[in-house]
Each structure stands twice: as C-alpha cells, then as structure tokens.
C-alpha cells in the first residue's frame, strides 16, 4: 500500500471481503442476483453492507446507489480464488439520469483489490462484466462511508466554502467529485478594501503534486501556483481589490499534468491551508494611472509592493502609482527610501498626458533610489515598480516583499524663471536688470532626459547693444551660455561660450531694431543639475540713432480720392517704407508705413513705430420692412454707415440703428432712411401700408421696451392679465420656434439669452395668441 494512512481501514475492509468471498455457495453456477441485469432491475447497495454474487461473460450485474450526504464513499472489488489466471471485471459509474455514457470506469484483475472514491450527494448506478469469455466466479462489492474530510462538497464553485480574512484550516484532496471529476476544493473569501491575500498550502500528502490557485468571482485566473514536486508545500500572494475572490486546490496529475492523466492519488493525508489578508498599504490598490493615489507635495507615505495585481494575468505584478500636483512650475524631487533588502525600485515620472518624462533606477537591492525632474505647473504621475535588470541574477525574478519602502517628495518653486525652457516661454529682459535663476531637473515638454536650460529674450526698438554677465556659477559646474537669431535653427549660434564655476561670464550682443535674439543658458554635457542660484546680469546701450517719431496730418481713415500728410521728426537720412527718403510724404494709399534712420551699409538703425492708413467707402443706405399687427419694425441693411436718420411719415422719427414704430392710424406712410459718414451720405424711401391702428389684445395696448434690446425687456400692460395665463414663445426670422414658456413674471419682465437678430415674440392667453416684433443687440 502506498498510503500509511490507509494501512488499518483498508485491512478491515479486505478481512471482510476475504470473509464474505469464502462463504460455501449452495450452487456455484447459479447467480443469486441474476436478475439485476438491467438498470430497472439494479438492487440497492447500500452504504457500510457488501454484496455476493457470481457470474459470467453474458451476464451483467447492475447495482443502484442512493447517497443522501456529502460524504466520500469508498468501494471496495474482490474476487474468490478461481483457477483462471485471465479473470478480470470491468465497472462503469453512471449517472442515474444519464444511463447513456458513465463518468467513470475500471478494471480489476484476479487477486487484486480496486477502490474507488465517490464524493458527494447523489443517485448512480455500478455496472459490472467480465472482460474475459468463459470464465466466471464469485466477487465481493464492499461499500463504506469515509467521514474524514469536513470540506467535501466543496467540489465546484458554487459549493465554495466561505472563508474569513484569516485562518487556517486542514481537508483531503481525493477521489472523484458527483460529476465525475476529479476532487477540486474551492474555498471563497470576500475581502472589503484593497489588500493582499497571503495563501500557505503545507503538509500535501507524499503522492500529490498540488495546484494551489486564486480566481475573481467571474472565475478568471488572478494568481497560480504549483508545487515543484509531490509532498512539497506552496505560498502564494495576491494583490486584491473590494469583492469575492475564489481559491482552488487541485492535484497538478489531473489538472495540469500530462503523465498521469487518467489515474488520480487518492489521499488519507490532510493538507493544511493557511491565509491571511494584509491591509497595512493605505496606497494599495493604486495600479494603474486611472487609482493613482494622490500625494501631497511636501509629504511622505510608506507602500509596498507585494503580490499581483488582481486585475491582471498571471505574473502581472504590483505597481504603485502616485499623482502629484504641483500647481505651479518648479523643481520635483522624489526618493524611495527605507527599500527592503531584497528589491531593488525603478521610479518613472509621467506628465498630465501620460507621457513618460524622467527615470531612475536603484543601482542595488536595498538601494534608495531618487530624481529631480522639472514640472510646469500640470498634474505628475509617479510609478513605482521592482527594477528587474538592475542586478545580476534577478533578471525575470520580482521579489515580492512584506516589507514597506518610502516614497518621499519636495518641491523646489524659487527659481521664478523656471518654466522658461521653450523659446515660446522666453522670458523678456529688454531692459537693465538682474535675473536669479537655476539649471536643475529636467524638461518636462522635452524628450525623455532632456536637460533644463533657461531661455531669456532680447528684443528692442532701437539698435540697442546688451552686455551680458553671469556669475555666481556653483565650484565645478560646466555652464554653456548660446546666443542665437533664429529659434528654429537653435544650432546656428552668434555667440558660444562654455565657462567652468566659480569662474563669471561676460558678453555683448549688438541687437538691431525690431528684431529677436535668445540667449540660451544650459550644462554643459553631463547633466550636473545645480540646486544653487546663478545670477544673470544685462545692461543695455543705445547703439544707433533715436528712433523717428512719425506726424499724422490729415485722417488716416481716408475716403476716396483724399490723402493724408506724414511727417518724420528726423530732417535727413529718411527711407520710408514706400521707398520715399524725404522728411514728409503724401500718402494716397491704404497700408503701412515707417521710417527708418541709419547710414548706409550699417547694421546698426533705427525704426518709427508704424503708421496705418486705412481707405473708407461712402456709405448705401438700405433697409427692410417688418409689419407686425400695427407694429412696425424697420431692419437696417446698410453698408459703411455710421449716422442713421428716420422719418416714419407721420411726423416721428428715430436715430436709432433699427426702430420700431406703431402707427396711430391706417394709412399709406413714405418711411425715409438716411445715412451717412465721413466720406459722404445717403438714403432710401419705402412705402409702408399700416391696416391696424393700436395695436389691441384683450382690449390692451402692448409694447416692448426697450427696442431694439440685449434680451431685457418688458412686455409693457400685460400685468393686468394674471400670469398664469400667460405663454411666450419666441420665433426666429425663418419661423423656427427657439424658446418657450411661462410669462416669467406679472410684470412682464423677460430675461432672454439671444444672438443679434430680428425674431417675433408670440403671446397667448387662451384661445387668443398675438405677435410682437423682437429686436436684439448686444453691442
């Protein structure tokens, strides 16, 4: 026997088999149970009794066997000495609701004893024929109930035993589940809060390989472990967020091996399951950008990096993420301290786009690890992860850790030109003046590794010359200083220093009017980020001559065929932008002009601010008509206008852009528009038939004011209707109904968001509906 925790319950059982096998049989050739060859026929064996029959190759022998608990039952075959050295009986297992295939089958030889495991509640049916013709004898069928497991049924996940966050617990991993399939045990734990699980599978029996596994309620696989060898025990840990988790036993020979396939280690053996759930990790289940965990600058928290992640496949281990948001541009420092002797961290710095920035590495197990990296302002995310490469012999191994590192932050802001590392971020140093800056950390809107470098800007209106000088320079530290014209072609330097600290740096770039030189300030090649301040001074110099100051005489809004007159302050050495070189010009034309003073040939000039002549149309005068039910709204179209006149025909007129106009009486009116501007006037006459006097709803006259308006208006004599009768909808100038509603009030007051345009106001109370004319202008 192979099982010692067998040795005594197996003896007896084959003492009682041997018994039963030598009772005298009153006739050998007969079969006391012949008529059990059939399913309707099968006898009942029952549980702890045995069963005698004899029989040969036609017949069959067809036992039921109704179980009511969830308890392993054992059977137990055995033949009476017989003169064939061939006899031998196979057995089937069915369902007794599936006659048709059996979940399991056998063979027993002559001399020789076959068990079999049966777990769980149910009703089956045992078959039994000899394989070999012409030979018959009598056997022995024993049948006993094995109550050493507590956890049998636990087969499936639906009979998953319910676990609490911690414990331990010992079970027997054997025979074969109802379905036919080889004994699972399935255990289930709800955890509350992220954390992880910590699984010990020991004492597995000398013959068994075991699998010991971690699943998610939809029974995808979370984390997989499998025993090196037969007897050895296993651990496991698993990094889980808030729900019910499933943890699966099995023998690797059925589940997984591919050597023993179809035979199955039954076990006396109990196996011991210890588990735990750690929930030490405030920061746990920050895996991803989406969890990051939102650190304060300026504060430390202690993480781990432990099991694997349950969102994940198998080997897809624990990350930290962490969000970091500095609001402002600085310097970000971050270490992890405090790291476990057996991992060594790698810390990666993504921008708010999720752009990878910046990285270290630790350079052993155990190591701290830190950067510097620069941020402008925007949210950063830091990921901490188990450096694999860092150390020989650890290359595809994470070593999963109890223990607890530090992530420690700072932020550094007193560089108040830190954020100028872009030629669009330049900051302006037109005039004398000192400038305290750093070259630290690097560039978050540059490539991965890109260096800090601070860009300033030199622009003047005058040819002006800047005597540059930066001292104060940190013992050691390699700065490079670049002046360049053309912040797209940055490698086409003007001036190119490199000057080693303490040592100062002095130059002078002459800048020519109305144009921009940068100046360039990085390290010089290795990346030695200072945390001292260096000290930028500029001190300019007029180089060329005064800039000329241009005289407007005229307007510079010209109609056509006028002109206008320009006069420069400089009397000689003139080049006008329309190529004249006299002090005073005529210009006719719209457009630009300057004036520009300097010798010829010199690069050094001076340049006048612009002057912008613009040409200006003699206005049309246009306008349509809009009659609303006594209520007449004019819509001007005219073009280039600037004065509006209107004379309604009935002695009223209007100054206004577009009036509106009630009409006493019916009647045929000449509406007159004119218009006009500082190049001339004009006008237009339309005729205007009004067939309703006051306008009268309700025996009312209503009117809105203002006219035109900017959405605030009031419906004037509606307030002696109550409000509740009253509805509004707005149409625009196509018909479209736009807004609805209520009268908002019993004043009349209306409060409406509309672009400019002309729309009509429809007024119901009832049966009775009336339209208004609507003007808006917001300007």
Not at 14 to 42: K, T, Y
Not at 268 to 296: G, H, I
Not at 447 to 470: H, P, Q, V, Y
């Amino acid at each position: 026997m192979r099982y010692k925790g067998l040795y005594h319950w197996v003896f007896t059982a084959a003492c009682l088999l041997v018994c039963l096998l030598r009772q005298p049989l009153s006739a050998q050739a007969e079969d006391p149970m012949g008529q059990n060859n059939f399913f309707h026929n099968a006898p009942v064996l029952m549980p702890d009794s045995s069963s005698l029959d004899s029989m040969a190759f036609t017949d069959i022998d067809i036992y039921a066997i109704n179980l009511d608990t969830c308890t392993a039952y054992r059977f137990f075959w055995g033949f009476r000495d017989t003169s064939s050295s061939q006899f031998a009986i196979q057995f089937s297992l069915y369902h007794q609701n599936d006659t048709l295939q059996p979940f399991y089958t056998g063979k027993v030889k002559r001399d020789n004893r076959h068990t079999f495991q049966l777990n769980g509640a149910g009703a089956f049916y045992l078959k039994m024929h000899f394989l070999i013709p012409g030979i018959n004898g009598p056997y022995g069928v024993l049948l006993r109930a094995d109550t050493t497991e507590h956890f049998e049924c636990n087969n499936i996940p639906d009979q998953a035993i319910s676990l609490g966050l911690s414990g331990e617990l010992e079970s027997v991993l054997r025979g074969f589940a109802t379905s036919g399939n080889p004994d699972e045990d399935w255990y289930s734990v709800t955890v509350p809060q992220c954390g992880v699980l910590r699984l010990d599978l020991m004492n597995a029996a000398s013959q068994q390989r075991l699998v010991l596994s971690v699943l998610s309620e939809q029974q995808e696989l979370v984390n997989k472990i499998t025993a090196s060898g037969e007897g050895e025990s296993v651990n496991l840990t698993a990094l889980l967020s808030t729900g019910k988790y499933f943890i699966k036993i099995a023998d690797f020979d059925t589940c997984c091996g591919t050597g023993n396939d179809t035979v199955y280690n039954f076990s006396q053996d109990k196996y011991m399951l210890v588990w735990s759930f750690d929930t030490s990790d405030e920061s746990e289940c920050n895996n991803r950008f989406e969890d990051a965990y939102l650190l304060p600058i300026g504060t430390a928290v202690r993480a781990k990096l432990n099991g694997v992640d349950y969102r994940m496949s198998e080997q897809a281990w624990d990350l930290d993420y962490f969000k970091l948001t500095p609001n402002k541009c600085g310097v970000l420092s971050l270490s992890a301290t405090q790291v476990p002797a057996d991992q060594a961290l790698e810390l990666t710095v993504y921008n708010s786009r999720r752009q990878q920035i910046d990285f270290a590495v630790a350079a052993c197990h155990g190591c701290n690890v830190s950067l510097s990296t620069l941020t402008d302002g925007e949210p950063v995310y830091v990921k901490i992860t188990e450096f694999n490469g860092c150390c020989s012999g650890n290359n595809a191994i994470y070593n999963l850790s109890n223990q607890s590192y530090t992530l420690n932050s700072s932020f550094d802001d007193s560089d108040i030109y830190e954020c100028n590392n872009q030629f669009s971020d330049a900051h302006s140093i037109a005039n004398d003046g000192a400038f305290n800056f750093k070259i630290n950390g690097r560039n978050t809107n540059n490539r991965l590794g890109a260096a800090d470098r601070d860009i300033f800007k030199m622009t003047s209106n005058t040819c002006r010359e800047a005597l540059l000088k930066i001292d104060q320079i940190p013992v050691g530290f390699d700065l490079k200083v670049k002046v360049i014209s053309d912040s797209l072609n940055p490698s086409s330097a003007l001036e190119e220093e490199v000057v080693k600290g303490p040592d100062s740096l002095s130059l002078s770039v002459q800048v020519p009017p109305n144009k921009t030189y940068y100046l360039i300030i990085t390290e010089d090649g290795e990346n030695a980020f200072s945390n001292q301040m260096m000290r930028l001074r500029v001190s300019w110099s007029n180089k060329g001559p005064e800039p000329p100051v241009i005289t407007v005489i005229g307007d510079t809004n010209m109609c056509e065929g006028d002109s206008v007159i320009l006069v420069s302050s400089i009397a000689e050495g003139n080049s006008w932008s329309n190529g004249d070189s006299t002090q005073t010009i005529v210009v006719k034309n719209p457009g630009e002009y300057t004036d520009t003073i300097g010798n010829s040939g010199e690069a050094c000039y001076s340049m006048s601010a612009p002057v912008r002549v613009h040409s200006v149309n003699a206005p049309t005068a246009s306008f349509t008509i809009i009659d609303v039910e006594g209520s007449t709204a004019f819509v001007n179209t005219s073009v280039a206008s600037s004065n509006y006149f209107w004379d309604f025909g009935d002695g009223s007129t209007s100054s206004e852009r577009d009036p509106s106009h009630s009409y006493a009486t019916p009647g045929n009116y000449q509406v007159k528009l004119v218009v006009s501007n500082n190049c001339g006037r004009d006008s237009m006459v339309k005729s205007v038939n009004v067939t309703v006097g006051i306008f009268d709803f309700a025996n009312q006259s209503l009117l809105i004011y203002p006219q035109p308006s900017n959405g605030s208006f009031q419906v004037k004599n509606l307030s002696s209707s109550p409000a509740s009768s009253w509805f509004y909808q707005v149409f625009d100038n196509s018909g479209r109904s736009i807004l609805s509603g209520k009268q908002p009030n019993e004043q009349g007051l209306f409060n409406l968001n509309l672009p400019d345009g002309f729309y009509f106001l429809l007024l119901t109370n009832g049966p009775a509906e009336k339209k208004l004319p609507l003007m808006i202008r917001n300007h």
